[in-house]
């Protein structure tokens, strides 16, 4: 700032250039005092880091310069001088590090000399980088004597300068100028700040001044608005004793917070409101939950994938305090939270991150994206750039913070495949930022599952970082969901092709039973031009026998197939038409449905050998030994080590056949002894139209079968499930 003659006035406000005037300060000519000071007030506010002040005599090197913090400062009582005195060039700097550091109010100068004395006096501010570590804004604890407050930093590398405006400042873009770090790094500390207080940063490139909400603001006012500082680890957590499932133990159940309690036409869904749902979640017996992304994103209803803030959660949810307590409550009742995360693309709606400090090349995004045809993905331009560090960083960060601040429990990755690949074929770097990514996982949680949707049948997304892959846990498995829909929905019986529900029932990745997650219902198979598997079955009849039996049918492959099983939102309810943002869950069913729902409860207790007799269905080993495609039948073996309570043989029958007593229908079983049945689908409980079939226990028979030393013949219904074990 330019030097001002001390005929200005004396009460001054400071600012950044230009000088402002405070609005709660007078100005009036200065007055020389008896004492022979004359004397400026200058207001420093808790976001000024530093203020400077350089006094230049005119003339005889006769006038001396004070500051005190309040009044006015005398020759006995100040608290800073200038280190000189009695030169014609003196300085005051005032910061964190001087005898009496700097605090937010009036700060009088004072310039001591004869009466007629001539002086340049100026003062200024600058932004002093931060000391603090960290991105965004980050509270920081007193210490030192130091009050404590917020730390902003930001990385804009083609910024001019970076000014912090907020609530704090008046929303003044030009009172608390960021300290420039180099590297493109801006940073400011603000004394007595915390939570709740708003903010934007102001970039200055060239003739471009933008205001921007934070990349990594935790919290947004919405999707249009200001970043919040907010603090997930002061989080009051209650589930101290939580242990992730291990993951052969896993029932995940797919869920939209927006949806999954809600009332039509009503406001969205909310994480409190899925919270009073967990207990039915509970009963049912799954303990994961897959959130559909919860990221801010355009307006209030959405499934989320055009996400507008990777680090903020929805505020219409119930911003970063909503997902907490409800982590928490899933936590309490033993369920784990799985979100769904997006790094294949952004946006495009209210992407702030979008040429964020002003710059692009050709019309593309800027600094966070590619600036070449390499942006283009499905759903717009936004592929982040997965070569520039401080992205890779950006993006490593985000997932480490769900995980370790807000306790999350796993992940799936949304289309993995547009993060390896893109317009131009293969991106390496995208493949190397997952094998970053998991490896960083595997290193410091290595219990939490990481699950990719890639969809490409592809084995090298399960196989170790050591091995070349890109070391994900599991992955959803295209290769069971779409012939076992197939199996399921196609009209005519004699359609159904068993040696693809064979295929689709041994299918696996690299040799392990749990490398992949099965399903028949998920957000993208029951929307997007298709629906609910019972509404595919009969379309406007969801409700139909047919649409019951083959539908539950699907559900019991689920639960009984090698792999993680995974259910959808309403699944158990025998949810018809297809998924939208709008259509809550319609709980009413739960009395209209309530069997159905408890096959599905029955079948994941078995899946989980909650009555100690189905162990093999937790275990690595799968025969599908009996395939029966002129019948429609299909049967697999199911084993841990093998033996009483652990081998598990499952029947599915794809036809409306009925196979009675003194039929003989044979299927090979790998011991002699009783085989119990555990399970029946055809059980009137499940519901009124079914046909309550005696299947019942049976001895096995000396009798070769199947390639299996055993054999047993057995009765049971039309598209019905059997489910036996010793």
Request: aromatic share 12%; with cysteine.
């Amino acid at each position: 700032m330019a030097p001002r003659r001390a005929i200005l006035a004396a009460l001054i406000a400071l600012s950044s250039t230009p000088l402002v005037a405070h609005p709660q300060l007078s100005t009036a000519a200065p007055q020389l005092e008896r004492t022979g000071f004359h004397y400026v007030a200058i207001f420093v506010g808790n976001y000024t880091p530093q203020l400077s002040i350089s006094l230049a005599d005119v003339g005889d090197p006769n006038a001396d310069l004070y500051l005190r913090k309040n009044q006015k400062p005398t020759l006995k009582d100040w608290d800073l001088r200038s280190a000189n005195p009695h030169t014609s060039d003196e300085r005051i700097r005032l910061n964190a590090d001087s005898p009496t550091p700097i605090s937010t109010g009036v700060w009088w100068i004072g310039i001591h000399g004869p009466t007629n004395v001539q002086y340049d006096l100026s003062w200024s501010t600058k932004g002093v980088p931060s000391k603090q570590p960290g991105l965004g804004s980050i509270p920081y604890a007193p210490a030192h004597g130091q009050p404590g407050g917020v730390t902003f930093r930001v990385w804009a590398p083609f910024a001019d300068s970076v000014n912090l405006a907020g609530d704090f400042t008046g929303w003044s873009g030009a009172l608390a100028p960021m300290g420039n770090e180099g590297d493109g790094y801006f940073s400011l500390d603000v004394r007595n700040l915390t939570v709740g207080a708003q903010y934007k940063y102001v970039i200055k490139n060239g003739a471009q001044t933008l205001w921007k909400t934070d990349p990594r603001s935790k919290q947004v006012t919405n999707s249009i608005g200001n970043s919040v500082v907010v603090e997930p680890k002061t989080f009051a957590w209650t589930d101290t004793d939580y242990q992730t499932p291990a993951w052969n133990d896993l029932v995940i159940y797919e869920l939209h917070v927006g949806t999954f309690n809600d009332t039509v036409g009503g406001p969205v869904g909310t994480f409190d409101s899925a919270i009073q749902r967990l207990d039915l979640l509970a009963e049912l017996g799954v303990n994961a939950v897959e959130l559909l992304p919860v990221n801010e994103f355009a307006g209030d209803s959405s499934w989320g994938y055009n996400l507008a803030f990777p680090w903020a959660v929805e505020s219409a949810y119930g911003s970063i305090d909503g997902l907490l307590r409800f982590v928490d409550e899933a936590h309490q009742r033993g369920i784990a939270v799985l979100m769904d995360v997006l790094y294949n693309h952004w946006g495009p709606s209210d992407l702030d991150l979008w040429k964020f400090d002003g710059w692009s090349q050709g019309g593309w995004g800027g600094i966070y994206f590619y600036n070449s045809i390499q942006a283009q993905t499905p759903w717009g331009d936004t592929r982040p750039d997965f070569g520039r560090p401080e992205v890779r960083q950006y993006i490593r960060d985000n997932v480490m913070y769900w995980l370790e601040d807000c306790r999350v429990d796993g992940f799936r990755f949304d289309s993995v495949l547009n993060i390896r690949t893109g317009p131009l074929g293969d991106i390496p770097e995208g493949w190397s930022l997952l094998q970053w990514i998991n490896d960083e996982i595997n290193a410091s949680q290595p219990w939490k599952i990481n699950i990719a949707e890639d969809l490409q049948g592809n084995p090298w997304i399960t196989k170790t970082t050591g091995e070349g892959g890109a070391g994900f846990d599991s992955q959803w498995d295209a290769g069971f969901v779409h012939p076992i829909r197939d199996a399921l929905i196609t009209p005519n019986d004699s359609d159904r092709n068993m040696w693809s529900v064979r295929d689709a029932i041994q299918n696996n990745y690299n040799g392990s039973a749990f490398q992949r997650v099965v399903y028949t219902e998920s957000h993208d198979e029951v929307a997007n031009g298709k629906a609910r598997v019972p509404e595919e079955i009969w379309p406007g009849n969801a409700s139909s026998w047919y649409s019951k039996k083959r539908s539950t049918l699907g559900g019991a492959l689920v639960m009984t197939a090698p792999g993680v099983p995974m259910l959808f939102q309403g699944q158990e309810l025998l949810e018809d038409g297809y998924f939208q943002d709008s259509d809550p869950v319609d709980w009413t069913k739960l009395a209209t449905f309530g069997g159905i729902r408890q096959l599905y409860a029955d079948l994941i207790t078995l899946r989980r050998d909650g009555l100690d007799n189905t162990a093999g269905l937790k275990g690595p080993n799968t025969n599908v030994h009996h395939v029966d495609d002129n019948n429609k039948v299909v049967a697999f073996h199911r084993w841990d080590q093998g033996g009483p309570g652990d081998d598990v043989i499952v029947v599915a029958n794809f036809a409306n056949t009925t196979w009675s007593q003194g039929q003989n229908y044979r299927i090979g079983v790998p011991r002699a002894g009783t085989w119990y049945v555990r399970f029946n689908s055809d059980w009137s409980g499940y519901d009124a139209s079914f046909g309550n079939h005696p299947t019942v226990d049976v001895n096995a028979d000396s009798i070769p079968w199947d390639g299996m030393p055993y054999s047993i013949s057995l009765s049971f219904a039309p598209y019905t499930c059997v489910i036996l074990s010793q």
